[in-house]
């Protein structure tokens, strides 16, 4: 999976354009019911705690700028054995193709930005 680039509308991954916001599994894309960074909770981070073998990195990107999610969401997170990288949406998805070209066991949540950039 490359995140090749972004826009208000979706993203465009390994070929494929994706509207909204997206989960990026290691082996799949997935719409992901969030509408803002104040939808991000303990269930809707439930899918990437499912993945087996587990992810050990999820990145999230909260839009045009870095949000603060509830720190017991991210302590959740922890407990089960990944770390989390709250990002604005531009510097996830960076990150998010930095680990990857890594070879690390990664996903990402991603919210589109309001602003039109690319990758």
Same mark, same amino acid.
């Given at each position: 999976?490359?995140?090749?680039?972004?826009?208000?509308?979706?993203?465009?991954?390994?070929?494929?354009v994706?509207?909204?916001?997206?989960?990026?599994?290691?082996?799949?894309?997935?719409?992901?019911?969030?509408?803002?960074? +104040?939808?991000?909770?303990?269930?809707?981070?439930? !899918?990437?705690?499912?993945? #087996?073998?587990? %992810?050990?990195?999820? &990145?999230?990107g909260?839009?045009? +700028?870095?949000?603060?999610?509830?720190?017991?969401? !991210?302590?959740?997170?922890? #407990?089960?054995? %990944?770390a989390?990288? &709250?990002?604005?949406?531009?510097?996830?998805?960076?990150?998010?193709?930095?680990?990857?070209?890594?070879?690390?066991?990664?996903?990402?949540?991603?919210?589109?930005?309001?602003?039109?950039?690319?990758?």
């Amino acid at each position: 999976m490359f995140i090749e680039g972004y826009s208000t509308r979706g993203f465009t991954i390994s070929g494929d354009v994706v509207v909204g916001p997206c989960a990026i599994l290691p082996r799949s894309i997935l719409q992901w019911n969030v509408g803002s960074h +104040r939808d991000i909770s303990h269930e809707s981070l439930s !899918l990437f705690r499912l993945l #087996e073998p587990q %992810i050990e990195i999820l &990145v999230l990107g909260t839009g045009d +700028r870095v949000e603060r999610l509830h720190p017991a969401t !991210l302590k959740q997170m922890r #407990e089960c054995g %990944i770390a989390v990288e &709250v990002q604005d949406t531009a510097n996830a998805c960076a990150t998010f193709n930095f680990l990857m070209n890594e070879r690390r066991m990664v996903a990402a949540g991603l919210i589109p930005p309001r602003g039109t950039y690319g990758v």
